[in-house]
Every structure is written in C-alpha cells, then in structure tokens.
C-alpha cells in the first residue's frame, strides 16, 4: 500500500480531516467553484455542515478514496478523490477541486491529478478512470489531457453539456514514467502536453 502523504513533485496528498471542514465549507458555498464543478453552492449552516462532515470521515465510503491536496508546505489547496469505485466493471470516477484560486494554472492541479491516477492504478486493480467537465472548462480540460486523459464524448445532464475523458490503465502504464518525472522535475508540462492519441452532476459527490 502507497502510505500517506503521497508526495508529488508541488503537492502531497494527504487523508481528509476535521481541521479541513472551514475551507472545504467556503469552497463549497463559493458560487464560482460551484459552476465550475457543474454544481450549486451550498446553501447550508456551518454547524449542520460540520455534523455531516464529521460523519463521512467517520464512516467512508467503501467506494471512495478522497484526499487532501497541500502544498509541500503544508497549505490546504483543494481536494481530489476517486469515487464510484466499481469493482465488477473496473472502472471508477475521479474528480479534482483546487478551492483557492492563487494556485489555478500553475500545474498544482496536474500533479494532483498524476499521483492520485498513479495511486489508484498501483493500488487497485481498476482498469480505466474517467471524469466528467463541463464542455467549456477549457483549463480543466487542457490539466486532464497533460495527465493522459482523452476526450471520448459530450453528455448531456440536467442541461449542461458535459465532456467524458477517460484513461485506461494500460495507457497510464505507457505514459507513467514520463509523467512521474515531470513531478519529480517539476515541470507542468507547458509546451508538450496535450493528449498523444487524439454537471448538476447526477450522482457526482462534492469534491470537499
Ligand atoms: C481544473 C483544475 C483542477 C486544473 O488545475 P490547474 O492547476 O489550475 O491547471 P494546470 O496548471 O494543471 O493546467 C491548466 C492548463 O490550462 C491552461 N489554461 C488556463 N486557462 C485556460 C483557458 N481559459 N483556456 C485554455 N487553457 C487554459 C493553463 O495555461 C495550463 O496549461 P499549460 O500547462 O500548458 O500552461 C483547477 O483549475 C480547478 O480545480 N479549478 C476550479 C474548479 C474546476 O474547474 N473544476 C473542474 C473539475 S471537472
């Protein structure tokens, strides 16, 4: 098993705790990350927040894995986990949420992204990953695809048109190296990084 923190090249990824409740309440009332994540604010008291944080640390999901995303020196910049974590068909979700805005388009969010498909494909026996962005999120699109991610298709829900990416594990294995040198470097693969080969979110859970 990969122990936590899992260090990766501008961030470690860490498990969730309760000291993480204020900012994960604040990004998830922000009406900006809301609509970024294809979603709506929260509109709820910070008490009855905390309540129900308090209870999915206690009892996680079987099928979850959520993380933590810090900078080296130890500050909480957002959150990333794998959910929907189906066994029998081998394949589950991943989504990625960097709340504080100071650290957008710097790369956090692609070693993020590379160490938490990087654990999920050593630590289980998942065969594929996939996410969901909304059609016009053109700077999550373009993190995804420096990390491996090719567009399959648009769906539609609840009238937002949203672009499926996925990346099989076979794929990951070929790209692995590479990415995970441009972690250890810390590149964010500026120049070179688009994809080789080519929400109301039913369901999605909220990325804090
Ligand atoms: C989506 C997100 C995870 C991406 O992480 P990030 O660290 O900001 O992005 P990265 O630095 O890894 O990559 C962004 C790339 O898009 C580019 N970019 C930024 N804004 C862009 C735009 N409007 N159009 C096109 N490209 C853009 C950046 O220059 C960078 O490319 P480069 O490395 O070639 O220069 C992060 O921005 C985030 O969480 N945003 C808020 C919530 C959100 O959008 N969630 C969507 C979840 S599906």
């Not at 705790?17 to 990004?27: K, N």
């Not at 990416?165 to 692995?176: D, G, K, S, Y």
């Not at 441009?182 to 693969?189: A, E, F, I, K």
Request: net charge neutral; aromatic share 10%; hydrophobic share 30%.
């Amino acid at each position: 098993m990969t122990s936590l923190p899992i260090a990766a090249g501008k961030v470690q990824l860490r498990e969730k705790r309760l000291q993480d409740a204020p900012e994960d309440y604040a990004w998830r009332c922000d009406e900006e990350l809301a609509t970024l994540d294809a979603t709506t604010p929260l509109r709820q008291p910070y008490d009855e927040f905390l309540r129900s944080y308090e209870e999915t640390l206690l009892y996680p999901s079987p099928w979850s894995e959520r993380f933590a995303i810090d900078t080296l020196d130890g500050r909480h910049i957002g959150n990333c986990m794998c959910y929907d974590i189906n066994t029998a068909y081998g394949e589950a979700e991943v989504g990625i949420m960097i709340g504080d805005r100071d650290y957008w388009s710097k790369g956090y969010g692609y070693h993020s992204m590379v160490a938490l498909v990087d654990h999920m494909f050593t630590e289980t026996s998942l065969r594929k990953l996939y996410l969901h962005t909304l059609e016009w999120n053109n700077r999550a699109r373009k993190s995804f695809e420096k990390c491996g991610f090719v567009v399959i298709r648009t769906v539609s829900r609840y009238g937002l048109r949203l672009t499926r990416m996925e990346l099989p594990r076979a794929r990951w294995l070929q790209i692995r190296e590479e990415r995970l040198a441009d972690l250890r470097q810390g590149r964010t693969r500026a120049s070179n990084g688009t994809s080789p080969t080519s929400h109301e979110t039913g369901g999605k859970p909220p990325l804090t």
